[in-house]
Structure formats: structure tokens, C-alpha cells
């Protein structure tokens, strides 16, 4: 997200936050990309925000609320407010569960456990996702254009967009030997 966005974008989280009565006195920036993720506090909130418009939100809210459903391990939609995507000032905000971050190493067990968890609960969800193509599009408006990614370099950008068509191409110009189960 553009720097000059993200005290708008920071203050429409606390804002909403606020308004639906979870405690917020600070807010601290855990990831900031074409999105921000934000730890709210005291409430212990985790808010992705966007900017309007961008798919991936409500898609988001869909399949943690499905995955949820069938104890998938997941993170979860924070459960003191209503679960969806909500708007102010131009942005998409979700609110989530915050979780500590674990130790350093998570057992590779343990690791392996919950991926086979979370890959037996994505067989029995039928949900219906973007095609592959609409989220290589997607990612090369990103890539494309100087307002989500300002700081990519001209460099950066042939790069990424380079590797984003070949692959696309690579992708769907395979020959139909592959069987899905």
C-alpha cells in the first residue's frame, strides 16, 4: 500500500473496530503490501485491509466461515462481530482472530499434521474459486501499475510480469495428460 494510504488506511480499521465496540488504543503493522495486516490493541484484533475493490476479501470471509463449519484448522473471523468484509474511507476491512506467533520451529510433525488437516478439510468444501488465469491477471494489474506496488523498481516489474506470462502460457498451453482426482 502507498505510504501516503497507510494512515487512512490504519485509521478506517480502528474506526470500524471501534464503531462495532472492540477496545482499540493502538495498532501496530504486521504486513503492509497491496494490503496491510494490523494487530489491534488491546482488543488482540488482526485487520486486513484493502483498498474497495479487490476479490480476494469476501472470498476470504467465505471460506474461513466454511472451513470453520468442518473444524478445519484455520484462522478464524474474530467472533465478537459480525463475520464480513466492511468498508470505510475506499477500504475493505476483515477482522480476525489474532494468534501469537509460535516459536521459532514449529515440530515438523506438527507441521505436517496440520497441513494434511487442512488439505482433508479443502476436499470437502465445494467452493467456488477463481480460476488460475483470473488471479495471474489480477497479479499483473498489480504488478503493472505504480499505485498498489510503488515501490518495484522498472526492473522489478519485467521481471515479475515476464515470469507471470510464461508461466500463465507454460500453464495453459500443457498438453491434457493431466488427470484430476
Known amino acids: 500500500m502507498q505510504a501516503s494510504e497507510l ?50 476479501a469476501p472470498f476470504e470471509v467465505e471460506l474461513a466461515q466454511r472451513h470453520a463449519a468442518i ?31 509460535l516459536s521459532p520451529r514449529v515440530a515438523p510433525a506438527d507441521y505436517a499434521n496440520a497441513l494434511e488437516r ?3 478439510g479443502m476436499r470437502k468444501l465445494d467452493v467456488p474459486a477463481p480460476h488460475f488465469t483470473d488471479r495471474v491477471a489480477e497479479a499483473q494489474e498489480l504488478v503493472a501499475s505504480h499505485d498498489p506496488a510503488p515501490s518495484f523498481t522498472d526492473a ?19 498438453p491434457a495428460t493431466c488427470s484430476t482426482r
Open 7 to 56: 494512515p487512512r488506511a490504519v485509521a478506517a480499521a480502528v474506526s470500524i473496530a471501534s464503531a462495532l465496540g472492540l477496545p482499540v488504543d493502538d495498532a501496530i503493522v504486521l504486513h503492509d503490501s497491496n494490503r496491510i495486516a494490523l494487530r489491534l490493541l488491546p482488543g488482540d484484533v488482526l485487520a486486513r485491509v484493502a483498498r474497495v475493490g479487490l476479490r480476494a
Open 71 to 101: 473444524d478445519s484448522p484455520v484462522a478464524e473471523l474474530d467472533p465478537r462481530v459480525e463475520p464480513r468484509v466492511y468498508e470505510r474511507d475506499g477500504f475493505a476491512i476483515t477482522l480476525w482472530t489474532y494468534y501469537e506467533p
Open 156 to 174: 522489478d516489474r519485467e521481471l515479475l510480469g515476464h515470469t507471470l506470462r510464461t508461466l500463465r502460457r507454460t500453464i495453459v498451453d500443457r
Open 118 to 120: 487442512l488439505h482433508a
